[in-house]
């Protein structure tokens, strides 16, 4: 363990002054996302999360609107994890490319089932994404889930995972682009335009629209008098710990996504984050009206599916 945490110390001094801001929040945030899975009950995420051993960062004690901030993320985490997953299963894809996945253990889950996984990440993340997918993950996706680092503005990198893998690719890219500036943001879809032209398949997303899509969530659970308060406590909570901005404005309206991916030779088509709700690991922390809202909101279109022209 000693030897193990001083190669990631190590690695984040090499690292942390070439990265820009942007790229420091997606890697503090990999941790955050973790959290909340496990808050949701999902049993992977909480291993995931006592084996890595680090502080949280947000409690009770920090925060003072905490239970509903975490009961809206956890939901909002276990439902963008699972509608990938059930995407994949349902449209019968071999190859995954996950980008920015954090440290969800959907890539494990997914090559557990027989999916060959790329996850694209930071160094430090996918130091981490190894050494717990080699302590509890199946032999099936130890074989299976393969972690590559790179930036998502690196075309070689990026590329070259893909090339690792035969055939076409759903490539899942979940909670990144509030994160990134417009240059960053422009120059990772060229590059997945340009891995789906070279291997076809698909990118699907919940970050387009995404602000209306969480604010739903806490609808579902709140009402939506409470929803928009909800959203701005998380927002700021994000914002207070990671020391910047997050973009939140940009492509959240459906017309300006859609011309925005068509500049970089793109087109989209929404389709519900579930045709049927599974059942939730959360669901064991709401009440039945709280999951009979949820179950409604699982049927809306926020899952996009994203080609190359």
Sequence with gaps: MKKF?????????LTTTARAAEFEMVEYSAQVKL????????PEAQKFLKLIDRPVFFTADNLNDFERIELTNALYQELNMHAAMEYVR?????????????????????????????????????????W???EFGSKKAIKNVEYNAFWLQDKAGMMASADKLKGELCIIEQGVIIYLTDEVRAQMFDNLRDVLKKHGGCLITSDFT??????????ALYG????PVIYNETKKMYEDVFGDKISDESLQDEAEA????????????????????PKLYINSKLTPAQIEKVDELAAKNYLWVITAL
């Design 5 to 13: 945490l001083a190669v990631i110390m190590f690695a984040l001094m």
């Design 35 to 42: 959290q909340w899975l496990a808050a949701a009950g999902i």
């Design 90 to 130: 349902e449209q019968n894809y071999k190859n995954v490319m996950d980008l920015a996945c954090s440290l969800s253990p959907r890539p494990m889950l997914l090559g557990d089932a027989g999916h060959n996984v790329i996850v694209g990440e930071l160094q430090t993340v996918c130091l981490l994404g190894d």
């Design 132 to 134: 717990c997918l080699e």
């Design 210 to 219: 995404q602000k209306k899509y969480f604010t739903e969530v806490a609808a």
């Design 224 to 227: 939506e008098a409470e929803a």
């Design 258 to 277: 859609m011309d925005f991916l068509k500049t970089h030779g793109l087109i989209a088509r929404k389709v519900p984050l579930y045709r049927r709700t």
